[in-house]
């Protein structure tokens, strides 16, 4: 039976999270100047995708929107994050900031500010590392923007299936008796 929640979106922002730290180690080994290739995000946002649908048709968000839209953002997500690639004076994270971008207008068609508030931290984090050149500054906001995604990804995870709750030790005798006064003793209430 599938069930429609907006919770159910928490396996493809982890799958961006891992996008995040895969790239941003690739970044670090190639010594690309600001922590970005795009061509890791291209074949990363690929996969994504891949793996976002398959687990939608399986687990269902709640689709607000009128479905072209959401057709519409994919096919511009992708074609932002493959144009972008290709432009040399974005230093490679112009797929970063499609991204932030294309989160952001996923939440505001789902009504979740979660969403909009994390694909508009991501989109920062991406400009910030399209100004900044240093080596040190790329890979830090790689983590922070893997960070950001894991954080909203375990959010609705909770949001989904609920807390685990912790076992009580305790005497099933004990429970109901919490008697603190005296029964021959008038209550003064």
């Not at 479905?67 to 096919?75: F, M, P, S, T, V």
């Not at 971008?101 to 991501?122: D, H, K, M, S």
């Not at 894991?150 to 005798?173: C, I, T």
Request: glycine share 12%; hydrophobic share 50%; net charge positive.
């Amino acid at each position: 039976m599938q069930t429609r929640h907006v919770g159910n979106n928490w396996v493809p922002l982890l799958c961006l999270s891992v996008l995040f730290l895969f790239s941003g180690a690739i970044s670090m080994v190639t010594d690309r100047g600001n922590g970005s290739v795009p061509g890791v995000f291209v074949f990363g946002t690929l996969v994504t995708g891949g793996v976002s649908a398959l687990w939608w048709r399986r687990n269902p968000s709640w689709w607000v929107s009128a479905r072209n839209h959401y057709y519409y953002l994919a096919g511009g997500a992708l074609a932002g994050v493959i144009l972008s690639a290709m432009v040399p004076f974005l230093n490679g994270a112009g797929p970063w900031f499609v991204l932030g971008a294309a989160i952001a207008t996923y939440g505001y068609f789902e009504r979740l500010r979660l969403l909009v508030t994390v694909g508009g931290a991501v989109a920062f984090t991406g400009f910030l590392a399209m100004v900044i050149r240093a080596d040190v500054w790329g890979g830090a906001l790689h983590l922070i923007s893997a960070g950001i995604l894991a954080f909203a990804a375990n959010k609705l995870y909770v949001l989904r299936n609920g807390r685990r709750r912790e076992v009580q030790d305790s005497d099933p005798s004990f429970i109901g008796s919490f008697q603190e006064y005296d029964e021959d003793e008038r209550v003064g209430f």
